[in-house]
């Protein structure tokens, strides 16, 4: 009984609501553990609670055994057959994408062709991602907007057939809908009339333009004179700081150079001694010498004598 569609429902395309799905999906989402478990009871209002949950899209998967959540709840609806205020509101749900999907699903298998391009058509500009789990039980990327061309173009989705759809451009013919507009339509116009514009601008009178034109120009020839007399002040303020610059360094030079004439001039002077008779200058600069010399020396031996000692006292320890 669990399994039997709803005494009130109508019949679709002429046969039972549920054998929209085949009869092999259907014995699958029957004997599968989420039908009992969560679909079981439901009612319109419990099946939305349901519909957020969802995760992922999709039809049977894990080698044609299991059937997905989204198939299952899709078959529940057609088994309750919840009226078409309820799937209108799940189309326009623009925060739950799934619920969005789902809805979109069942007004494609069981609306007219009309209500299906009036309320499906709109989804095109819906361009997030949602989640398909595939039959390899590997999930894939797809975009709402793919989907409802899917549901609108494909003759099987999610493993169940869709209805036969009567095209647009008969219905167009017969005044059933209106002629479709597409967003990018509107954009090119857009685009045209803002072109359109632009041509109307140049194509004014070239005197109202040249007199427009003719006070930027001004400006713009001070500017430049003010720039140009700037560069000649600051360019003839640099040759002057380059000329005190080169005289400054000649007249260091030039008494660099004498004073190192003086210095050598000085030591040839001082370079000759005669040492048959020396200074008393001189006899106290050799003393001094002499001095340091003696004091290096016995500096140096008593550092000698104390590193000797230091080796003989580490042998001594060791033995």
Known sequence: MANLTVREAIDIKGTDPQHLVEKIV?????????????????????????????????????????????????????????????????????????????????????????????????????????????????????????????????????????????????????????VRVSPLEVNLDDIESSEEEVEDEESEPESVKSESDEEPKKRLKKERKKSHKKSRSRSRSKKKDKKRNRSKSRSKSRSRSSSRERHKRSSRSNKYVDFDDPNEDELQDRRRRSKSRE????????????????????KRSRR
């Open 26 to 178: 259907r014995t699958r989402i029957y004997e599968s553990r989420y039908w009992k478990e969560e679909c079981f009871a439901l009612t319109a209002e419990l099946l939305v609670d349901k519909a957020i949950e969802l995760k992922s899209i999709g039809g049977i998967f894990s080698g044609n055994i299991k059937p997905t959540p989204f198939l299952c709840l899709l078959l529940k609806m057609l088994q309750i057959q919840p009226e078409k205020d309820i799937i209108i509101e799940f189309i326009k749900n623009e925060e739950f994408k799934y619920v969005r999907a789902l809805g979109a699903f069942y007004m494609r298998l069981t609306g007219k062709s009309q209500d299906v391009y009036k309320y499906l058509e709109p989804l095109y500009i819906d361009y997030r991602k949602m989640k398909r789990l595939n039959k390899d039980s590997k999930y894939e990327m797809v975009f709402m907007d793919e989907f409802i061309d899917e549901l609108l173009h494909s003759d099987r989705v999610c493993d169940i057939t869709m209805p036969r759809l009567q095209k647009r451009s008969v219905l167009e013919e017969l005044n059933e809908l209106e």
């Open 295 to 314: 004091n290096h020396k016995k500096r140096h031996d008593s550092r000698e004598r104390d590193r000797r000692r230091s080796r003989s006292k580490e």
